[in-house]
C-alpha cells in the first residue's frame, strides 16, 4: 500500500436492503473515502447469496479480506465462520 493507492472496501448487503437507498449509501461512502484520504475509494459489494457462492468456489479475494483485510463494522469471526461454512456446503 502506498500513500496513493485506492482503499478497497468489501461489503456484504443483507437481503433486507432496499435497493435504491443502498446503491445512494454506496455513492455517499466511495465520495467519502476520497474526501477523509484522498485516495479512490473502491467497493466490492455482494449480496449475501453472492458471497456465499464466491466463498464456495474459492474467491481469492475473499481469502485476502480474511488473512490481511481489516474490519470496520461487522466481525472478522463472523465473515471466517461464513467463509468456513460455505467452502464445507
Avoid: C, H
Avoid at 19 to 48: F, H, K, S
Avoid at 52 to 80: C, I, Y
Amino acid at each position: 500500500m502506498t500513500l496513493g493507492s485506492d482503499i478497497d472496501v468489501i461489503l456484504v448487503r443483507g437481503t433486507e436492503s432496499d435497493d435504491d437507498v443502498w446503491e445512494q449509501r454506496l455513492t455517499e461512502l466511495a465520495r467519502l473515502i476520497a474526501a477523509w484520504t484522498g485516495n479512490d475509494g473502491r467497493i466490492v459489494e455482494y449480496a449475501y447469496e453472492e458471497f456465499r457462492a464466491a466463498a464456495a468456489v474459492g474467491e481469492p479475494l475473499l481469502d485476502d479480506v480474511s488473512k490481511q483485510g481489516l474490519t470496520v463494522a461487522g466481525t472478522r469471526a463472523w465473515f471466517n465462520a461464513q467463509l468456513r461454512s460455505a467452502r464445507r456446503s
